[in-house]
Nanobody, 124 residues
Framework: QVQLIESGGGLVQTGGSLRLSCAAS????????MGWFRQAPGKEREFVAR????????LYADSVKGRFTISRDNAKNTVYLQMNSLKLEDTAVYYC?????????????????WGQGTQVTVSS
């Protein structure tokens, strides 16, 4: 059974930082590209960041580039999202996702497994 479990969400003021973690089980983690997506109330789920199987290829949405950092530790079966300089518009439920594709992109349909999400709320 595949499980992706996110943690690290919470309430933070603008300009603050949070670090999200996503622990995977039931999959050969190093064989999966990993992504982070987010969904704000009333909005569609949107791509945030992606990291390749080895960690060598990383992609960010323009809205988070320079502020967020995605990383992974294959020994721990965990992917991270370090979020700095948080803005009000970063408020959303954040989901991690796993893709068995060679190099997944920005579309949610490219990902095979999803976590349950963790809430990030940025306040002024």
């Amino acid at each position: 059974q595949v499980q992706l479990i996110e943690s690290g969400g919470g309430l933070v003021q603008t300009g603050g930082s949070l670090r999200l973690s996503c622990a995977a089980s039931g999959v050969p983690f190093s064989n999966y590209g990993m992504g982070w997506f987010r969904q704000a109330p009333g909005k569609e789920r949107e791509f945030v960041a992606r990291i390749s199987r080895s960690g060598g290829r990383i992609l960010y949405a323009d809205s988070v580039k320079g502020r967020f950092t995605i990383s992974r530790d294959n020994a721990k079966n965990t992917v991270y999202l370090q979020m700095n300089s948080l803005k009000l518009e970063d408020t959303a439920v954040y989901y991690c996702a796993a893709s068995g594709g060679l190099l997944p992109g920005v579309r949610w349909s490219e990902y095979d497994y999803w976590g349950q999400g963790t809430q990030v709320t940025v306040s002024s």
